[in-house]
C-alpha cells in the first residue's frame, strides 16, 4: 500500500502518538503489563478521543479473544486485524502495512491462542480427509503446514500447531520489506489463564 495523502488521513492528521509508548521495547513492554493486569483481576480500560496505536495486533476471530481486553488497553491504542488462525491473505498483508506506514506503528504482534477453531478444523481435515465446506478450505491451506511440521512431536498436537502457525506468520512478516520499519513478534494466548506469552 503506497502512502497516499488523497488516500488515507496521515499520521499527523489522526494525531501522533502523544501518550504511546516511545520505542519499540516500551511498547512490548506496554502489552506485557496490560496483560499481567488483565490475567489477574485488575484491567483498567477507557475511551480515547483519537486513534493512536502503538502496536498492531493479527489476532483469531474467535469471540474470547478480544485484544484491547486481554492487554488491558484504551480503546484506540491498538490497531486490531483479525482472521480467523491469523491467517494472512492481501487485505490483511494492507491493513498491517497501513498501520506500520500511514500511522507509524512501530510493533506488530502476531497473536495465536489455544483452543483455536480453525486450528481444529486444520487438524480434523489431516487426520480424516474429510472436505472442508466452501471458504474454510483457504484456512486449512494456510494452517495445514506447521500441522504437519509438528504432527510428529510429543504431546499436544493443536497447541503446537498454534504455536507454530504464529511464528511462520510472524516470519512471513518479518521478511517482507513493507514492515521494515516495525518490530514483529509472535505470541500466544491462553484463554483459561489468560497469560500471553511470547514465541521464540
Given at each position: 500500500m503506497a502512502s497516499n495523502p488523497r488516500a488515507f488521513p496521515t499520521a499527523t492528521a489522526v494525531g501522533a502518538p502523544a501518550a504511546a509508548p516511545a520505542s519499540t521495547s516500551a511498547a512490548l513492554d506496554e502489552l506485557l503489563a496490560g496483560n499481567r493486569r488483565y490475567a489477574t483481576g485488575r484491567a483498567r480500560r477507557g475511551r480515547v478521543p483519537a486513534q493512536r496505536p502503538f502496536a498492531v495486533v493479527l489476532d483469531c476471530v474467535d469471540s474470547r479473544v478480544l485484544p484491547e481486553l486481554v492487554f488491558d488497553q484504551d480503546l484506540g491504542a491498538l490497531l486490531c486485524i483479525r482472521t480467523a488462525g491469523q491467517v494472512l491473505d492481501e487485505a490483511v498483508l494492507a491493513s498491517i502495512q497501513y498501520g506500520v506506514t500511514e500511522l507509524r506503528v512501530p510493533l506488530v504482534?502476531?497473536?495465536?491462542?489455544?483452543?483455536?477453531?480453525?486450528?481444529?478444523?486444520?487438524?480434523?481435515?489431516?487426520?480424516?480427509?474429510?472436505?472442508?465446506?466452501?471458504?474454510?478450505?483457504?484456512?486449512?491451506?494456510?494452517?495445514?503446514?506447521?500441522?504437519?511440521?509438528?504432527?510428529?512431536?510429543?504431546?499436544?498436537?493443536?497447541?503446537?500447531?498454534?504455536?507454530?502457525?504464529?511464528?511462520?506468520?510472524?516470519?512471513?512478516?518479518?521478511?517482507?520489506?513493507?514492515?521494515?520499519?516495525?518490530?514483529?513478534?509472535?505470541?500466544?494466548?491462553?484463554?483459561?489463564?489468560?497469560?500471553?506469552?511470547?514465541?521464540?
Amino acid at each position: 500500500m503506497a502512502s497516499n495523502p488523497r488516500a488515507f488521513p496521515t499520521a499527523t492528521a489522526v494525531g501522533a502518538p502523544a501518550a504511546a509508548p516511545a520505542s519499540t521495547s516500551a511498547a512490548l513492554d506496554e502489552l506485557l503489563a496490560g496483560n499481567r493486569r488483565y490475567a489477574t483481576g485488575r484491567a483498567r480500560r477507557g475511551r480515547v478521543p483519537a486513534q493512536r496505536p502503538f502496536a498492531v495486533v493479527l489476532d483469531c476471530v474467535d469471540s474470547r479473544v478480544l485484544p484491547e481486553l486481554v492487554f488491558d488497553q484504551d480503546l484506540g491504542a491498538l490497531l486490531c486485524i483479525r482472521t480467523a488462525g491469523q491467517v494472512l491473505d492481501e487485505a490483511v498483508l494492507a491493513s498491517i502495512q497501513y498501520g506500520v506506514t500511514e500511522l507509524r506503528v512501530p510493533l506488530v504482534v502476531v497473536l495465536g491462542h489455544e483452543g483455536c477453531g480453525a486450528v481444529a478444523a486444520t487438524l480434523g481435515r489431516l487426520r480424516t480427509g474429510a472436505p472442508v465446506p466452501g471458504h474454510l478450505e483457504l484456512l486449512v491451506e494456510e494452517i495445514a503446514p506447521a500441522a504437519r511440521r509438528t504432527g510428529a512431536l510429543p504431546g499436544d498436537w493443536a497447541a503446537h500447531t498454534v504455536r507454530a502457525h504464529a511464528v511462520w506468520v510472524r516470519d512471513a512478516i518479518r521478511a517482507d520489506s513493507a514492515f521494515a520499519g516495525a518490530a514483529v513478534v509472535a505470541a500466544r494466548l491462553d484463554p483459561d489463564s489468560g497469560l500471553v506469552t511470547l514465541l521464540p
